[in-house]
Nanobody, 121 residues
Framework: QLQLVESGGGLVQSGGSLRLSCVASRFTLDFYAMGWFRQAPGKEREKVSCISSHGDNLYYADSVKGRFTISRDDATSTVYLQMNSLKPEDTALYYC??????????????WGQGTQVTVSS
C-alpha cells in the first residue's frame, strides 16, 4: 500500500510563502499523477493542483493560479507545492494524493494525513 506523508505546513502571515512536501514510501511515483487538495473548516475538499506522471500536464485551481507551483522529483518520490503570496483564504488542511490511473487527479486512490496551513491577516 502506497503511503504518503506530508510536511511543510505551518503558520505564516498574509503575503508569505510555504513549501509543502509529500514523500511516498513502499512504491515509486513514476507512474502516478500526483496532486494536492485542501479542506477548510465547514467546506468541501477541493483540488488545488495536479501534475501528470511525466510532469508535462499541470492543473491549478483558479484561486491559486500564478501563486502556487507543483513539482515532482521521482528520484526521491517527492512531490512539492510551492505556495507564494499566501492569503487568509488559503488556510486549510492540505492533503497529498496519488492517482495511479492518470486521471489528472479525478480518481484518487491514496491520501496522506494532511498538513495544516494557516495564513494570518
Amino acid at each position: 500500500q502506497l503511503q504518503l506523508v506530508e510536511s511543510g505546513g505551518g503558520l505564516v502571515q498574509s503575503g508569505g510563502s510555504l513549501r509543502l512536501s509529500c514523500v511516498a514510501s513502499r512504491f515509486t511515483l513514476d507512474f502516478y499523477a500526483m496532486g494536492w487538495f485542501r479542506q477548510a473548516p465547514g467546506k468541501e475538499r477541493e483540488k488545488v493542483s495536479c501534475i501528470s506522471s511525466h510532469g508535462d500536464n499541470l492543473y491549478y485551481a483558479d484561486s491559486v493560479k500564478g501563486r502556487f507551483t507543483i513539482s515532482r522529483d521521482d528520484a526521491t518520490s517527492t512531490v512539492y507545492l510551492q505556495m507564494n503570496s499566501l492569503k487568509p483564504e488559503d488556510t486549510a488542511l492540505y492533503y497529498c494524493a496519488a492517482d495511479p490511473l492518470e486521471t489528472m487527479c479525478r480518481d484518487i486512490r491514496n491520501w496522506g494525513q494532511g498538513t495544516q496551513v494557516t495564513v494570518s491577516s
